[in-house]
């Protein structure tokens, strides 16, 4: 109703303003519902898309773990999609699961690296 007397007084107190305030409602209702919605598909597909990347960075640490005995086994390009890979999962808010692949992963790269 809030919204009612801001179109109101905007728009005046004559008939019109009440008039156009009455048809306006409606559809800022539904303009609002449906960026309610779209929020939450948003959040749904964040989330999915973080469970992805997840699974992704469970995956190439699980490579990367069979090959700590010979790290050149494991190529660069791997190595580098964990990290981008990473990058992103932490900036959507991924957790210290990551965290902890993510120092094997650095151990196992230096490793190389000393190769």
Known sequence: MELAHLIVS???NTQLGVVSSILTMPILAYIIKNQRNS???A?????????????????????????????ELLPEETIENFFDCYRQYKEMGGNGYADRMKQDIDDIRAKKLRS
């Open 10 to 12: 905007i728009l005046g």
């Open 39 to 41: 929020d939450k598909d």
């Open 43 to 71: 959040k749904k597909r964040d989330a999915g898309i973080q469970m992805l990347l997840q699974c992704q960075l469970a995956d190439i640490h699980n490579r990367a773990l069979e090959c700590r005995n010979d790290a």
